[in-house]
């Protein structure tokens, strides 16, 4: 497999593919030779997407996938060592996006769903993934703190047990353990997930139109102030974590233990 | 099976059957030939039930049953669009009644639970349902919105991710999708359920009172108002939902699906 | 085996061994003469044990563990009915260390977990259970109420129904209905207990430090004072109902049952 290698400090926007059909506007991470590692150029794009598809009246769903074999690899920690991290940074943004949204998110995961690739999926509402999904929340590894709402919304999820496991231990968990959690709503194969995460949103945009709007509002608006202001309160202790000593040493080690041999 | 149709606009009060024996009050819900679908009679007299076994000092629990095969098909619509749904409908005040018990209600699923027959369920402390139950919150398929709470109670229970999909597709689930949710406690066969059921009303009623009355309100009381101000809240959109022409449309589509051919 | 009884009212230290091991601090219940009944003087030592986890900079994880074949038959009620239970009681000493406590602890479960023995695993942060184990809260069969936080926490976790079967029928219930419902993490063979506990304990003393305390501070924190508040209510009415006629008749019956033949 021919892969081309692009450079990290400046992606085409091609790293995010929008693609709007009928009433669905799909957001594909394309960045399979870096397993969709997320930029800051990629997070401003996905950003912009969603925007774009609050604005466009044609919308009704937004959708939300990886490539197959991968979904995310998180944060691209070379990308996110060169920008400052402060309450306008993007990924900041995309985190306050999907809380916001008004129209339903459909998010579809094949392979790794690492760091925000899993927590974000607590901000989509209908979460389709395969068998060979493997989500992970490996923060503290880093020296680093739950982030995107992690902290709150994974214990009301999961209960704090569970939530403690993955968010202490930092270990993978697969699609079962995410269904049997209420994370995941659907477990498919592979070479299903393309189509039945296309079909879960054509039938979401079929749904009279107010009454689907208006579900959402009663199903995430009771939680939505407080879940943006857990998402800030996580970030600020985030920011400082990164300039401990402590978070430095743990990103030394996996940068040197990253690098290509 | 000989049917006895009843006029729909005055429905005799055998179409809930309450009895009691011993400290178990039973209120049976039992218009098998319209699939138990609930009319304001009904509600009404529902509510007046709930009313006497609170005052009953010989009442210590309350069982909810329904027909073998049908819990209800949920609301009546030919019923419910005679009758202006206001602040005092029988619907509102049923809800309010659960929500405000203080005896513990055991309900009992064969067959379909539909629309407040599964949010209704979010209000008894436990239940019991068979392999062949099947629970749907269809609301969004008229133009409509989650009510009795499920708004809140339902991701609170199963998640967002699960309440979701139950609220935004309406799709039916079976019992061991509902077991595994929490929002029920056993799955039995049918020819069981009227037995189990009351095995658990019996085993309730033999607990020290004043402690089954205090585990129920340090259970429940906390959420209680929380709970009723939900239920409120979703009323109020549900009847501007009713006047909508999305709604309306539904409606009008529904019927005319479900008049005999 | 030779069983060497102790008198109740002075049990020696022994009853409670807590010996450090690296960063890890383990507190082994060792009655197993009486099942492991907690007395006041094994809350007492519980609570110190605690403290000094705290105060030594040198532990970083506790771990909470029993004997083979039993957690706790919960608190010792002969003892229990020596001392007055009152606001200073080392019970809730107890209950407020493991909220307060800023270390995570490992719970290791084999055997009964009774009363108190199911309800402290709420405020652990891991639970290893084996395949015997069994956990019980039947307060009401005492006529007393929930304790330890359990009428708020146990729903936020397992759901209001489940809450409600484990709290109002008093029913023993075994690991993996435990771990379906989220309090705990892994199910073991009796034999490997030890070292799995062991084996978590000391995987989280090798992640970064503060990365550790602050991610327990998140997940705990919000919700520590409302659980502080709710142990104190509980155990308002739980001292009410120890004085109710009700108990007492309860009481009298259960140690009459348990008295020696």
């Known amino acids: ?43 401003t794009r996905c950003v912009e997407a969603l925007r774009a598809a609050h604005a466009d009246e044609a919308v009704r769903v937004v959708r939300l996938i990886g490539q197959p074999g991968v979904f995310t690899a998180g944060n691209d920690l070379a990308d996110f060592m060169q920008a400052p991290f402060d309450a306008n940074s993007p990924v900041l943004q995309l985190l306050r996006s999907l809380v ?30 395969t068998d060979r999904a493997r989500f992970q929340m490996p923060f503290i590894k880093l020296g680093l703190v739950p982030e995107g709402g992690s902290s709150v919304l994974m214990p009301a999820l999961a209960g704090l047990q569970r939530a403690t496991e993955w968010l202490m231990l930092g270990d993978p968990f697969d699609a079962h353990a995410a269904r049997e959690a209420g994370l995941v709503n659907r477990v498919v ?18 749904q009279p139109a107010e009454a689907l709007r208006l579900t959402k509002a009663m199903l995430r608006g009771p939680q939505r102030a407080a879940t943006a202001q857990t998402i800030e309160a996580e ?3 985030f ?21 290509p041999r």
């Not at 790293?15 to 800051?40: D, Y």
């Not at 995961?109 to 389709?128: Q, S």
């Open 189 to 206: 194969e592979p070479a299903a997930l393309e189509e039945t995460s296309w079909a879960l949103c054509e039938r979401l945009a079929a």
């Open 100 to 129: 916001h949204a008004e129209k339903p998110i459909v998010a579809a995961v094949d392979g790794p769903a690492v760091g925000i690739g899993t927590t974000l999926l607590l901000h989509c509402d209908l979460v389709v993934a």
């Open 235 to 237: 970030a600020a202790v």
């Open 1 to 43: 497999m021919t892969r081309i290698v692009e450079p990290a400090e400046n992606p085409p926007p091609e790293h995010v593919v929008v693609e709007r059909q009928g009433a669905v506007q799909t957001i594909r991470l394309a960045r399979p030779e870096k397993k969709n590692a997320l930029t800051v150029a990629m997070y």
């Open 239 to 259: 920011m400082e974590r990164l300039r401990s000593p402590e978070a430095m040493a743990a990103f030394a080690g996996f940068l040197s233990k990253a690098a």
